[in-house]
């Protein structure tokens, strides 16, 4: 091989970790930035549904005498959580979508990097063998890793509080976000009252209105 096919495949080593990094670090930022749009769209959607439940529990505080027109407010309380339920999935169904996507093409991207640092190595190592070249050739291209640690912890760290290792949705984290209705145990509400609002301190605070 000549001097200039020489210096164009020392171009071509050195530019294909490159390409695979730049397009590693696109991917990575629409990745995160769609990701981003479904929390946001998430945490919006809880937003207004939880005004949307505010003024109908007000709703049914006014209107408790009337029984027809409290248990139709029940019937759309009801309604309204399946509702809400559906949507808020959607959004975790879509974020772990788009998460596992993700992710598999950086594995894709990962599995080309290391396709082509165990080339580059076999190739030093047949024509050097075990030299300080080959040693100075594997730190350099340890440190192409770098970014492929960082992306698969970024992406980790965005959705760890609504996905599984697995990249499944967290159901948990959507049914307690409200008072649950399987709390409609006489104790259980109880037990509820003792925690948050104990009986000496609602007696205290009867006391000092007297």
């Excluded at 479904?38 to 949307?52: A, G, M, P, Q, T």
């Excluded at 009801?78 to 996507?101: C, G, H, I, P, V």
């Excluded at 192409?144 to 760890?160: A, D, G, K, M, N």
Aim: charged share 25%.
């Amino acid at each position: 091989m000549g001097i200039n096919g020489a210096m164009w495949m020392r171009y071509v080593n050195e530019a294909v970790p490159l390409f695979l990094l730049a397009i590693m670090g696109v991917v990575l930022y629409r990745g995160l930035k769609r990701n981003q749009g479904y929390l946001s769209e998430k945490e919006e959607l809880f937003r207004r549904y939880l005004h949307f439940r505010g003024d109908l529990q007000v709703r049914l505080k006014v209107f408790g005498g009337d029984e027809q027109a409290y248990q139709e407010l029940l019937r759309n309380l009801s309604e309204s959580w399946k509702n809400f339920k559906k949507a808020y999935d959607q959004y975790l169904l879509s974020l772990s979508r788009n998460t596992k996507k993700v992710r598999r093409i950086l594995l894709i991207l990962t599995l080309g990097l290391l396709t082509n640092s165990g080339r580059l190595l076999i190739e030093a190592c047949y024509f050097h063998g075990l030299d300080s070249r080959v040693l100075y050739l594997a730190f350099g291209e340890l440190s192409h890793y770098i970014l492929v640690v960082l992306s698969f912890l970024l992406l980790r760290s965005q959705t760890q509080p609504f996905l599984s290792l697995g990249g499944e949705p967290v159901r948990m984290d959507r049914d307690l976000l409200f008072y649950s209705n399987s709390l409609s145990e006489l104790g259980e509400k109880e037990r509820l009252y003792d925690e948050f609002s104990p009986l000496e301190e609602r007696e205290e605070g009867d006391g000092q209105k007297d």
